[in-house]
């Protein structure tokens, strides 16, 4: 679990983070005087609209049924777990999402440089090229598979998920539908789903070097750092 505050010091300073509000305080030993963040000082989580389909998205890998601007984009300022990031062209995305009343449909145009797919069964996925996404506690990898792209989670591949990438141009596109069952969630009124979405970046052959999330409260397993997706 960890401790429940983690605190700095040096002869001149304190600073202490309080783990479970994140209340930051400081304190300056040469006079005395202590600042401490307001309550909810802290970054906020954004909200974020899903665009509601009116038929089902065609897993095909193609961009085509995705007009307009992106849900969302990953730049290289996003950095999370890994934090080498050359560049937009190293590692950058546009991300949209949609959803009917069967499924979660993410398509996502990934810019990367030096492609270094994981290999199939792998269970060291992230240290590969890959997307990854959250929603709610379910953690999800778009990865290659044995018969093509497949699913990832802990309990398994996703069931009835479907996935297609392709690669070319400084990149790849890989589009995925998720089925709401699978994932034990679905939007509903005054009920958003807890959202976050990854893309992981290796270039050579020392495992991942780049990781980008969004959005930029995002912390492991804790939903509550995700978006909120309405």
Same mark, same amino acid.
């Given at each position: ?14 600073? &202490? ?23 909810? #000082? ?19 890998? &193609? ?13 290289? %300022? ?33 810019? %990367?440089? !030096? ?16 997307? &990854? ?67 992981? %970046? #290796? ?16 912390? !492991? ?5 995700? #978006?909120?997706?309405?």
């Amino acid at each position: 679990d960890g401790p429940s505050t983690w605190r700095i010091e040096n002869p001149l300073l304190r600073i &202490e983070l309080q783990a479970q509000t994140g209340e930051l305080t400081v304190l300056d030993k040469r006079i005395g005087y202590r600042w401490r963040s307001l309550p909810g #000082a802290g970054p906020q989580v954004p909200d974020i609209g899903l665009s509601r389909r009116a038929s089902p998205v065609s897993v095909d890998g &193609e961009l085509g049924e995705w007009p307009g601007f992106p849900t969302f984009e990953l730049t290289p %300022d996003m950095v999370a777990d890994a934090r080498r990031v050359d560049g937009a062209a190293d590692l950058s995305a546009r991300v949209w999402l949609g959803w009917d009343d069967a499924a979660l449909y993410l398509a996502a145009l990934v810019s %990367d440089d !030096h492609l270094r797919w994981p290999a199939a069964g792998a269970t060291e996925w992230w240290q590969a090229d890959s997307v &990854e996404l959250w929603v709610g506690g379910l953690q999800v990898a778009l990865l290659p598979g044995a018969g093509g792209w497949t699913t990832w989670t802990r309990s398994g591949p996703l069931a009835e998920a479907q996935v297609e990438m392709k690669a070319g141009g400084g990149g790849y596109v890989i589009e995925a539908m998720l089925p709401w069952q699978a994932l034990g969630t679905r939007p509903s009124a005054g009920a958003p789903v807890r959202l976050a979405v990854g893309v992981n %970046d #290796a270039d050579g052959d020392n495992g991942r070097e780049g990781q980008l999330y969004f959005p930029t409260t995002w912390t !492991h397993s804790q939903p509550d750092t995700f #978006a909120r997706a309405w």
